[in-house]
């Protein structure tokens, strides 16, 4: 099952949501998203834990508590969607009429 997490304190490291999820079972992975310059967390996290009784426990025990000082939102992640083309230039230069 794939876990959504919220409200994550910028320190955040994956080692440390890692272990977290842990003590409820096995974890798959455990990512930190993480802005692309700054290399600072986003504030959201994923969790992919394989047996999907354990990662119920996991958000149900989670979700809206405190985690190194913010308190946290846990849920089953949506599958994520493709977003629909908004046309529009994104190219360097537009045409000039």
Do not use: C
């Not at 999907?52 to 949506?78: C, H, P, S, W, Y």
């Amino acid at each position: 099952m794939n876990i959504y997490v919220s409200h994550l304190s910028w320190g955040t490291k994956n080692d440390s949501l890692r272990d977290l999820f842990a003590q409820y079972g096995e974890v798959e992975s455990a990512n930190v998203i993480t802005d692309r310059e700054t290399g600072r967390s986003r504030g959201f996290g994923f969790v992919e834990m394989p047996n999907d009784e354990e990662a119920q426990k996991a958000i149900d025990a989670l979700n809206q508590t405190d985690f190194e000082g913010q308190t946290i939102n846990v849920n089953v992640a949506r599958p994520k969607t493709d977003r629909p083309d908004r046309g529009g230039n994104r190219g360097g230069y537009g045409r000039r009429y």
